[in-house]
């Protein structure tokens, strides 16, 4: 089992570009969750994609946007970005149900230039 | 609003000590409490967690209980090792249907010396 992939490790794009994450979840699991973590603090939820569709979203703007496949796998869009964009994106994949864990993947650092 | 907070680092203990880190939180009804390891360059790893109120969570000597009282989660160790240096995050989860929603504190660096 690869547990959660993501890609690219890392990458850097200039203020105004638009970017695209990938993660492919956890064999068997069916909900994803991206998060966003600045240096030095905790990871904040940006959205949750299940069955195809975005279920929840935090307090991000519009120009966060996503996608969910129908092998679970999803990307997470950016546009017009800026220097604030700038975090370690993570990916959480979880199998629907009662108390089950999220396993997160290693991230995708992103640097806004 | 549902909340996290935790104790600021970087915390700097000897191999051995005792080890407390405390999360206190704010929530609307019955979340899940969790506390969650990132060692450096990797992601999030769970360490252990409570669903309900007066729960123990433990795993590897680590151990937190859920209190509903005084809103609290602190993690504990009796015994660090160096292996241990990594940041910790507390995190809730608002529905246990929904784990993968969960809303975390800031972190708290641990750094064992030998």
């Known amino acids: 089992d690869a547990g959660v992939t993501q890609s690219p490790t890392h990458l850097i794009k200039t203020r105004g570009q638009q970017v695209t994450l990938r993660c492919s979840p956890k064999s068997g699991h069916d909900t994803v969750s991206w998060y966003q973590q600045a240096l030095g603090q905790g990871p904040q939820f940006i959205f949750q994609y299940y069955e195809e569709e975005e279920r929840q979203r935090g307090n991000f703007p519009d120009r966060f946007s996503g996608h969910q496949f129908p092998n679970y796998s999803s990307e997470l869009n950016v546009n017009a970005l800026l220097l604030g964009d700038s975090a370690l994106y993570l990916c959480?994949?979880?199998?629907?149900?009662?108390?089950?864990?999220?396993?997160f993947g290693q991230g995708t650092r992103l640097t806004v230039v | 609003g549902n909340s996290v907070t935790q104790m600021e680092g970087p915390v700097t203990l000897s191999e051995e000590a005792f080890l407390t880190i405390n999360c206190t939180y704010t929530?609307?009804?019955?979340?899940?409490l969790f506390w969650y390891v990132q060692y450096p360059g990797e992601g999030l790893q769970l360490l252990l967690k409570a669903t309900k109120a007066d729960d123990k969570g433990s795993n590897k000597g680590f151990e937190a209980t859920y209190r509903k009282e005084t809103t609290s989660f602190h993690l504990e160790k009796g015994s660090v090792q160096v292996s241990d240096s990594a940041v910790y995050f507390c995190?809730?989860?608002?529905?246990?249907?929904?784990?993968?929603?969960?809303?975390f504190g800031q972190g708290t660096t641990l750094q064992v010396k030998p």
């Open positions: 929530a609307t009804g019955y979340p899940s």
């Open positions: 995190a809730l989860g608002i529905s246990s249907s929904n784990t993968g929603k969960l809303i």
């Open positions: 959480a994949s979880i199998l629907t149900g009662r108390n089950t864990e999220a396993f």
